[in-house]
C-alpha cells in the first residue's frame, strides 16, 4: 500500500461537487468560474457526453456532461445544477470547458495526510484521471485530474 505522500494529489484547496451521491474535487486553480445552467447549443457529429457549446461573454465554450463521461445515469436539470467553466492544459495550449455538474458542494483546504491513491481495480479499470482520494470526516471524495478527464481527442474538433 502506498503513502499518502506518493499519491499525485497535492495538498491544497479542492472544488467539491456532487454527481448523484457520489462526490468530487478538482484543484481550484483549474476552476475559472460557476455559473448557473444555461441553455447550450446542441454540436453535431460529437460523442454523447458533449452537451454542445455555450456563449460565456462572447467566447464559445464546449461543454461535458460528467455523469455521461462517467457512464452514469443522465438526470433532469434541478435549480442547483451548474456548470463548472475549467481550464485544462493539453500540452502547451490552454482550454476554457464547462463541465455539467449537479451541484457544487465545498471549497475544502485537503492535507497531504487526508489523500490516498486511487484504489487498483486490476488492468481493467482506468482510474488515471482520478489524482487521489479525499479523506474528510467520514466520506470520501474522488480526486479528479481535469485535465485527463478532458483530454481525450474528442473535444479537441470543439476548440
Known sequence: MQTATETRAKPGKYLTFAL???EFGLEILKVR????????TAVPQTPSYVRGVINLRGQ???VVDLRAKFSMTTEQTTTETCIIVVETRQGQDKFSTGIVVDRVRD???IAGEQIEDAPSFGTSVETDFILGMGKIAESVKILLDIDRVLGSSDLTGLY
Open 107 to 109: 471549497v475544502l483546504d
Open 33 to 40: 468560474e460557476i455559473i448557473g445552467y444555461m441553455e447550450i
Open 60 to 62: 464559445v465554450i464546449p
Open 20 to 22: 448523484g451521491p457520489e
